[in-house]
């Protein structure tokens, strides 16, 4: 009983510290891997390009909209491949811009298998636009937690990944 009580605020603690972050939503996610997975630049043994647009509650204003570009090649002079993702996504009245690139080592496993082990390194740029409308009708300068100007923050962003691949699966 003394344990739980310690291991419940312990997580309650835990939780008040932990800081979490809005990756943008796509429903066909097999087909933009390397914004997911690192380990999946240059696998595909060709340079591959995808172009992504995704909007959702069409006619709202404030609606969800992203855009994904995604580009990766193998690079065989470095037992691998390389790619460069570039993601604007924006919902109401926050915007995130990812730029990261990418670098998979490839190492042959069995008579068709690849295994790719990727690191992608990039920056996070989010921002917060000053024109809010509160429910109540108000622009919301009432609200001192409010920004009364536009607020931008940028920083770094590091990724791990690894990507298995066979003529009949994938799995990373």
């Known amino acids: 009983t003394m ?3 310690l291991l419940s ?9 932990a800081f979490s972050q809005q990756d ?3 429903s ?8 997911i997975n690192p380990g ?3 696998t595909n043994g060709a340079i591959c390009g995808t172009l ?6 069409v006619g709202f204003p404030g609606s969800p909209k992203t855009i994904l570009l995604a580009v990766d090649a193998p690079v065989p ?11 604007n996504d924006k919902l109401g009245n926050f915007g995130f811009m990812h730029v990261r690139g990418a670098y998979s080592f490839h190492k042959p496993l069995g008579q068709t298998g690849l295994l790719g082990i990727g690191l992608e390194l990039g920056i996070l740029q989010g921002s917060v636009k000053h024109d809010w409308l509160a429910p109540d ?11 009364d100007a536009k607020v931008s923050k940028t920083t770094f962003d590091i990724g791990l990944g690894a990507y298995y691949r066979t003529e009949q699966l994938f799995v990373g």
């Open 3 to 5: 344990r739980k009580v």
């Open 137 to 147: 009708g108000t622009d919301g300068t009432a609200d001192q937690a409010i920004p």
């Open 28 to 35: 066909q996610n097999m087909f933009i891997k390397l914004p």
């Open 40 to 42: 999946y630049a240059g």
């Open 9 to 17: 605020v312990c997580l309650s603690l835990t939780a008040m510290l």
């Open 77 to 87: 002079m470095l037992h691998g491949g390389a790619g460069l993702t570039i993601v």
């Open 52 to 57: 992504a647009y995704r909007t959702q509650w």
């Open 24 to 26: 943008p939503q796509f």
